[in-house]
């Protein structure tokens, strides 16, 4: 879910950042009133896409210090088997650190 929201962000922010980009060209040919009006909906695009960001980094944010504390939680109930988990892993990693190539 999480990664599929993070996609779907990425894909508008480039879409917003292409408009403005855009936008602020044609500003640059534009003069007086149309150019002003070009550079509001331009800053306009900028400020959605920097909303649609922020939006996705609080999301994450929540996401992340979720499975932190189902993680703590699990550890905290079952002590033993998540030592020897992490006592296999690392067993494992020097295994694969130290073999002869």
């Avoid at 189902?70 to 905290?76: F, G």
Wanted: proline share 1%; aromatic share 2%; net charge neutral.
């Amino acid at each position: 879910m999480l990664e599929s929201n993070i996609k779907a962000v990425n894909k508008d922010i480039k879409v917003l950042l292409k408009d403005a980009q855009a936008l602020f060209s044609a500003a640059a040919t534009l003069s007086g009133e149309k150019a002003e009006e070009a550079r509001a909906r331009g800053m306009k695009l900028l400020d959605t896409a920097m909303v649609a960001a922020q939006d996705a980094q609080a999301s994450a944010l929540a996401t992340g210090k979720e499975m932190a504390n189902s993680t703590d939680a699990y550890v905290k109930e079952n002590p033993w088997s998540s030592i020897g988990v992490a006592a296999t892993a690392g067993l494992l990693v020097g295994l694969l650190c130290c073999r002869k190539s």
